[in-house]
T-cell receptor, first 116, second 112 residues
Framework: DAGVIQSPRHEVTEMGQEVTLRCKPI?????LFWYRQTMMRGLELLIY????????DSGMPEDRFSAKMPNASFSTLKIQPSEPRDSAVYFC??????????????FGSGTRLTVV | RKEVEQDPGPFNVPEGATVAFNCTYS??????FFWYRQDCRKEPKLLMS???SGNEDGRFTAQLNRASQYISLLIRDSKLSDSATYLC?????????????FGAGTQVVVTP
């Protein structure tokens, strides 16, 4: 089991540029989550998918952020245009629903984004 | 008011000592409770679930107090490797299954 795989691990970009973060969930997991972590705000849920369908995107900060899950093994989080306040660590997590339990909620290693 | 609140610490603990800290939550309908551990510049990892009756996992003991809406974590015989940030996590309600709400974390530093 390779775990949740995120890429890139680090991204430095200039303000105004488009940034795309990628996530491969654990095979067989039917839920996928995107979180953002900053010192000021801690871990914030941005959006989550169930069976590739977005369920709740209320945490997406604004229209500059978009997320897609074209298939069960891949998701992207895109920021366009990026701003310095988007600098954070972005985590992807996945899980399989098992009797309503929240066990098996696995995070990827994160993408550390810096917008200059 | 934040939905999940924690004392940020740091809690400086001599090796071998016991440390305990709490987390409060605001939604009385909250269903599930967990402690996650996050090492510096790493991803959060599940440490343990918190059951109504309280539960132990080795040196770690978790308690839930629904009446006062807090959960606690106690670490006995602290090891240097216990140094980390401990995140309190709550699942708000049954109709928001899957959504975890994280506290900001309590930093624990175990010193030799």
């Amino acid at each position: 089991d390779a775990g949740v795989i995120q890429s890139p691990r680090h991204e430095v970009t200039e303000m105004g540029q488009e940034v795309t973060l990628r996530c491969k969930p654990i095979s067989g997991h039917d839920y996928l989550f995107w979180y953002r972590q900053t010192m000021m705000r801690g871990l914030e849920l941005l959006i989550y998918f169930n069976n590739n369908v977005p369920i709740d995107d209320s945490g997406m900060p604004e229209d500059r952020f978009s997320a897609k899950m074209p298939n069960a093994s891949f998701s992207t989080l895109k920021i366009q245009p990026s701003e310095p306040r988007d600098s954070a660590v972005y985590f992807c997590a996945s899980k399989r629903r098992t009797g309503g339990s929240n066990y098996g909620y696995t995070f990827g290693s994160g993408t550390r984004l810096t917008v200059v | 008011r934040k939905e999940v609140e924690q004392d940020p610490g740091p809690f400086n603990v001599p090796e071998g000592a016991t440390v305990a800290f709490n987390c409060t939550y605001s939604n009385s309908a909250s269903q599930s409770f967990f402690w996650y551990r996050q090492d510096c510049r790493k991803e959060p990892k599940l440490l343990m679930s918190v059951y109504s009756s309280g539960n132990e996992d080795g040196r770690f003991t978790a308690q839930l107090n629904r009446a006062s809406q807090y959960i606690s974590l106690l670490i006995r015989d602290s090891k240097l490797s216990d140094s980390a940030t401990y995140l309190c996590v709550v699942t708000p309600t049954t109709d928001s299954w899957g959504k975890l709400q994280f506290g900001a974390g309590t930093q624990v530093v175990v010193t030799p």
